[in-house]
T-cell receptor
Framework: TQLLEQSPQFLSIQEGENLTVYCNSSSVFSSLQWYRQEPGEGPVLLVTVVTGGEVKKLKRLTFQFGDARKDSSLHITAAQPGDTGLYLCAGVPDAGGTSYGKLTFGQGTILTVHP | DTEVTQTPKHLVMGMTNKKSLKCEQHMGHRAMYWYKQKAKKPPELMFVYSYEKLSINESVPSRFSPECPNSSLLNLHLHALQPEDSALYLC??????????????FGPGTRLTVL
């Protein structure tokens, strides 16, 4: 069972278009991170959200954490070819037990922005 | 300094070889991780070290042997690997584990090919 459902899995758009990536779960998360990974490199942390309803902006990227802390979204405005990469959401489940502290990853979204 | 370094960048080994992957961080983080990542998939957790002690082994085969010589260094010793072990091996670190705010910083990875 995939705890974090990320969609879409693939996104191919033209430069200048807007896009949104979603990360959904039926479980509550203490925090949620978004990473971007380029081919042959490690994931780079973009943002961490921890408060329900929180919105964070990083230049043309806007990140939102759902009020109930079960979902998150990443919106990119006016995408550029440099935004191309694998986007991963990852979170720490709120419940205790053996999963506490581990990062649970979504399946990833492969974004291609064409010039 | 938010850098995690990994060596080597690329490694090709035969099934009878013994090799080691190395990871280093100087952020004062007390938790370090090994992940395995296949192409276009999210990272899969292998091991977690917390305060230089092995906290989690995700049922990884014994041909992978982790070692944490000190709080800044993490090694992964490889022996008698199989071709299906070919993947990108990522090291990551975070301030502590377990934590509800588990921001992990990843290294660039080692691309391992087993012939």
């Amino acid at each position: 069972t995939q705890l974090l459902e990320q969609s879409p899995q693939f996104l191919s758009i033209q430069e200048g278009e807007n896009l949104t990536v979603y990360c959904n779960s039926s479980s509550v998360f203490s925090s949620l991170q978004w990473y971007r990974q380029e081919p042959g490199e490690g994931p780079v942390l973009l943002v961490t959200v921890v408060t329900g309803g929180e919105v964070k902006k990083l230049k043309r990227l806007t990140f939102q954490f759902g009020d109930a802390r079960k979902d998150s979204s990443l919106h990119i405005t006016a995408a550029q070819p440099g935004d191309t990469g694998l986007y991963l959401c990852a979170g720490v489940p709120d419940a205790g037990g053996t999963s506490y502290g581990k990062l649970t990853f979504g399946q990833g979204t492969i974004l291609t922005v064409h010039p | 300094d938010t850098e995690v370094t990994q060596t080597p960048k690329h490694l090709v080994m035969g099934m009878t070889n013994k090799k080691s992957l190395k990871c280093e961080q100087h952020m004062g983080h007390r938790a370090m991780y090994w992940y395995k990542q296949k192409a276009k998939k999210p990272p899969e957790l292998m091991f977690v070290y917390s305060y230089e002690k092995l906290s989690i082994n995700e049922s990884v085969p014994s041909r992978f042997s982790p070692e944490c010589p000190n709080s800044s260094l993490l090694n992964l010793h490889l022996h008698a690997l199989q071709p299906e072990d070919s993947a990108l091996y990522l090291c990551a670190s975070s301030q502590g584990y377990p934590s509800s705010y588990n921001e992990q910083f990843f290294g660039p990875g080692t691309r391992l090919t087993v012939l």
